[in-house]
């Protein structure tokens, strides 16, 4: 079930985010299962990889936010 639930995710994700209502959840549940694969397949450059190319999906704003939101917690 888990595996059906997975395939229907990685095939909505290129059309949820196109829609700000469904970008942010989708990003989300995406960073945390790339999460878990780094964690439980042992394999985190692939991981980290597909995390990092998310970001071509935020928008001006979005992106700003998280830039300062993270610099935040660093100082």
Known sequence: ??????????????????????????????????????LWMGIPEMAFAFIACYAIWLDEGEADALRLRTLSRSV
């Open 1 to 38: 079930m888990i595996t059906w639930a997975l395939l229907a995710f990685q095939f909505t994700f290129p059309i949820a985010v196109w829609f700000n209502r469904t970008k942010l959840p989708f990003m989300a549940f995406g960073g945390l299962f790339h999460l878990g694969t780094a």
